[in-house]
């Protein structure tokens, strides 16, 4: 099997796998970029000297080490509590006005906050900065629910974790930028208000792309086919697959969608309301607690603790200097983005969603065990020289290696499964519920992390190993593997026991059930669903 060699649900012609689809994921995850670089730029920044000086934040001098932590945990979180209120705002813009007009609007709302921010200096204080970031949570928490339901519901299902997967690449692109601008500015520029304006000024740049290339995107065609829009559906689905509307392949896809529909109609019912009456269903109260419980174990990892605060997670094991910390933390960020190039390209539709969260939870623990018994043995003590000790080497070395567990794993799994399991009629409601799970857990963590860190030192690695390892069970026992599954059959998938057994047995019935268009007519046909296709 090469590289890119796909296992496909029913035989595809050649022409679905064209260069639109890729196109369409790639402009809607510039989202994303947004999304990682606002993620990642806020640590570095608010340890530049330029910003320290300018808003006084200097500890002890200006201000003691527990309120230096408050206003660095007040900057940082009002983001996520302005992302967790924008997941559901866009549940109520993407079910009347679509996917695309969502995008619109919210990129435009977090290009206001973006703005906000560059109105703030030491004499107006930090108001237009946490103003600015609870606008700039809004737009990036909408964006964080729209995003992966878009791509899913335009992609093929062989490539569908690819696609999706390129929403996560552009989330470590923007934050390979974030993680390093302010090395870069800290090396080519002298401490001023502008040093530390540039990284809040560069956050308009993936939002504009995004607005931009938002007018060239196409609706997805399984929204308008929900609303009754038909002829616009058929013509855009066909678009999307390059392929006329005659074709069996888009027949049977139609009729697919068609069917998904007809039943959410008879189950969840119609109507704004419905996907909430449907709560009261046990299968899709099951899925949003597996939704939310991923969210849980991905910021259980510390993975957001890094993101926000990485200068201070690095001085925790005994890097110091503020060019050494930003170079350290960019390092981080160009394993970070390496690793998912592997994990979009070959991982997540070879390997697939459970066995990655599974392996990268349980190497990861062993890092993450490693790195606080280093810290409570030794400390941070660099023994009066700027040099690492052995220990601290390898204590280095294992937080690179647990970020090359976590990113292909839990960095951006969680994000496909939850694309990908829920029905048309819930599928929104769930990916808001899904988003607005990640970001209230991003807050908790985000909220908490300086203090954990001046309270519990190295037990705040072992909090976080503890809870990785936890999470292995929990996959096991209560997630399936999807990859590949055609959307409109995840509720059979889901009703599969024992769980750990339902991908097989899945796999299995699309290869009895292969439908094919044949004079007019379905009819079921016994042959080998899986079959390789280069592209």
Known sequence: MGLLTLVEDRPTPKEVYNWRVYAAASVASFASCMIGYDSAFIGTTLALPSFV???????????????????????????????????????????YLGRRLTLLIWTMIFILGAGLMLGANGDRGLGLIIGG????????????????????????????GRLVGIYELGWQIGGLVGFWINYGLVETMGPST??????????????GLLLTGTLWLRESPRWQFARGDREKAVKDLCWMRNLEPTHPYMVEEIAAIDAEIEHDRLVVGPGFWAPFKAVKQRKVQYRLFLGGMLFLWQNGSGINAINYYSP???KSIGITGTNTGFFTTGLFGVVKTVVTVVWLMYLIDHLGRTKLLMIGAAGGSVCMWIIGAYIKLHGTSTSGS????????????????????????????????????????????GQASAAANNWFWNFIIS???????????YGVYFFFASLMILSVPFVYFLIPET?????????????????HKAYPVMLERLKEMEVVRDGGYFEEKTKDAERHESV
């Open 53 to 95: 000086s300018e808003f006084r934040l200097k500890a002890p001098e200006q201000i003691s080490a527990s309120q230096l932590a408050l206003e660095k945990a007040n900057i940082v979180s009002v983001y996520q509590a302005g992302a967790f209120f924008g997941a559901f705002g866009a549940y109520v813009t993407s079910y």
């Open 194 to 207: 502008r040093q530390w304006m540039i990284p809040f000024a560069v956050q308009l740049i993936p939002a």
């Open 386 to 429: 700027d040099k690492l000790p052995p220990g601290g080497i390898a204590a280095i070395f294992f937080f690179y290696l647990w970020t090359v567990f976590y990113t292909p794993s839990w960095n951006g799994t969680p994000w496909v499964v939850n694309s990908e399991m829920f029905s048309q009629q819930t599928r929104s409601l």
């Open 133 to 160: 970031r609870v606008l700039a949570g809004l737009g990036v928490g909408a964006a964080s629910n729209m995003v992966p339901i878009y791509i899913s519901e335009m992609s093929p299902p062989a490539v569908r």
């Open 483 to 499: 990859k590949g599954i055609p959307l409109e059959r995840m509720d059979e998938l889901f009703e599969i026991k024992p769980t």
């Open 312 to 314: 201070t997670v690095f």
């Open 447 to 457: 909220r908490f992390t300086p203090q954990m860190f001046l309270t519990m030192s």
